[in-house]
């Protein structure tokens, strides 16, 4: 039995995850954290992706994306294979990083999206890793709260609003 096919379309929202093989961390240094937050800047770029919200995770991350050009596929395919190719390389390992194929919840633009940005900001305080979500550097929180860290590509006007 093959893969449900995922529904892609202009303008779809989705709140995307992905998680290391077997649990295991994804990211281990602050050079990891910031390598893949150029790769999501450069999907904004190649294939106009909207990132409203994320978090990384040492081993999963969370997205809520807009995919402008119904292109989730090639943007996914973008992020976890050339961070994938980057992770190997440093540490010397081969195979897949992630476990599985992302999971991807298509989510209406509406006021959900505004608790899914609650729910992803929120997920290393509920880990236990943080104690205040402002603390944790590798979050778009920071953006929402006006607080320091900003991303040109992060787009939060429409959770502001």
Not at 58 to 84: D, F, G
Not at 89 to 107: D, E, N, P, S, W
Not at 126 to 141: E, G, T
């Amino acid at each position: 039995m093959g893969r449900p096919l995922r529904i892609e379309y202009a303008g779809a929202f989705y709140h995307i995850t992905s998680r290391g093989n077997e649990r295991r961390s994804i990211f281990r240094t602050k050079g990891d954290y910031e390598r893949f937050t150029r790769y999501l800047e450069s999907a904004t770029e190649r294939y106009g992706a909207r990132i409203h919200c994320f978090c990384l995770m040492p081993n999963h991350y969370h997205l809520l994306l807009e995919t402008p050009r119904a292109n989730l596929h090639a943007i996914l395919h973008h992020l976890n294979t050339s961070y994938t190719n980057y992770f190997n390389a440093k540490t010397g390992r081969v195979g897949h990083l992630f476990q599985g194929r992302y999971r991807a919840i298509l989510v209406e633009k509406d006021a959900y999206a505004l608790e899914l940005s609650r729910y992803i900001h929120l997920n290393p305080f509920r880990a236990n890793l943080i104690k205040d979500p402002s603390d944790y550097p590798w979050s778009s929180y920071l953006a929402y709260v006006e607080r320091g860290k900003g991303w040109e590509w992060l787009q939060t006007e429409f959770i502001l609003v």
